[in-house]
């Protein structure tokens, strides 16, 4: 090393609403939570937000709640009713595996220092 200190590249959020989206999906899988929560609904199928609070062990349900409405905004989880309609009703997710596929993708493209598709 020859001592001199170089800066780390400023991150900047992606300019186009889209990349954004895509951005999104990316934070959402990326968390601890987020990717046992899919692999949960890619190994076991469809489930409650109950049976998946149950094999997850120690979450709290609003952090539970809140990770999977992300998710689901990102489009890589999916609600067997529309949300307005839920209202206190049991709701199975499932997980959408092309679409965290297209997401890992997303992944190394931009740690590969790639443009994004």
Known sequence: MS???TAMPRYVRPPTAQAREREDALDALLSTL????????????PQTTGELMHVLGDVA????????RSLESAH????DMAP??????????????????RVIADLDLYLTGQPLL
């Not at 307005?84 to 499932?94: H, I, T």
């Open 3 to 5: 001592g001199r200190l």
């Open 34 to 45: 987020g990717r046992a929560i899919v692999r949960q609904l890619a190994v076991a199928g």
């Open 61 to 68: 349900p609003m952090t539970l709640r809140a990770r999977m």
């Open 76 to 79: 890589l989880i999916t609600g």
């Open 84 to 101: 307005e309609s839920r209202n206190g009703r049991r709701v199975k997710y499932d997980v959408d595996l092309e679409a965290v596929r």
